[in-house]
């Protein structure tokens, strides 16, 4: 029964009334990023664009990102929730609501946004609900938070582009995703900030599909 009891309370999501409290004071975190020293919060270079993307655990998905070229910075942290300024510890009890984020800050005239869509929906399993592999609890849930009117729309297209393709391969799922626009993003504490740069030999927990997502 309690084992029952905790699954189901990291499953579903809080209500404000259920939610923990959180603190005003943000968490403690880096000012720039650990491999290309460059500042990990506003303000960034003209012409840079904001993606958000929850695959899970977000060690192994903020490295996916800040090797691909043309992304300039990347952090990680937590989103979607109700708890203000949340610590990792907090969110992984599901009293907060967030799921665990990276922040893709990137260049559009050298990689596209469909292009970081396309590597968000192979690199991870979309369809698995509040959870990623053997990681369970809503901050673990598949989510894109979008800055624009535009990214809404491309992300809603290449879910629904990538849906189609797992249908033709014949998996019978759906994908649970979470498509939305972004409302507060909170900074993760210092060491979880390219914790796999820090402890090359850490936990990723990013396993795909095996499906191409078909998007240009």
């Keep these: 029964m309690f084992l029952i ?4 309370r990291k499953t579903a999501m809080p209500t404000s009334e259920t939610a923990l409290p959180g603190r005003d004071e943000p968490l403690h975190t880096s000012d720039v990023h650990f491999v290309n020293g460059r500042p990990l919060k ?3 270079p003209e012409g840079l664009q904001v993606a958000y993307f929850g695959m899970g655990c977000f060690w192994g998905a903020e490295r996916l990102f800040w090797k691909m ?7 990680v942290g937590y989103a979607g929730g109700i708890t203000p300024n949340p610590t990792y ?8 609501g967030h799921a665990e984020i990276v922040k893709v800050v990137f260049d559009p005239a050298i990689v596209s946004y469909r292009a970081l869509l396309r590597t968000f929906f192979e690199e991870h399993d979309p369809s698995q609900g509040m ?5 369970i609890g809503t901050t673990y849930r598949s989510a894109i938070y979008t800055t624009t009117a535009e990214q809404e729309t491309e992300a809603k297209e290449a879910l629904n582009a990538f849906q189609q393709a797992l249908d033709v391969a014949g998996r019978k ?3 649970t995703t979470e498509v939305a ?3 507060v993003y909170y900074y993760a504490e210092d060491y979880h900030q390219q914790y796999l740069a820090k402890n090359p030999g ?14 240009g």
């Design 131 to 135: 959870r990623q592999g053997n990681d």
């Design 69 to 75: 070229p043309g992304v300039h910075v990347t952090s």
């Design 5 to 8: 009891d905790t699954f189901n």
């Design 202 to 215: 850490g936990y990723c927990g990013l396993k795909g599909t095996g499906v191409a997502c078909p998007i």
């Design 42 to 44: 506003e303000p960034y």
């Design 89 to 96: 510890h907090e969110t992984t009890t599901g009293l907060t």
């Design 181 to 183: 626009p972004i409302d």
């Design 173 to 175: 799922v759906r994908i």
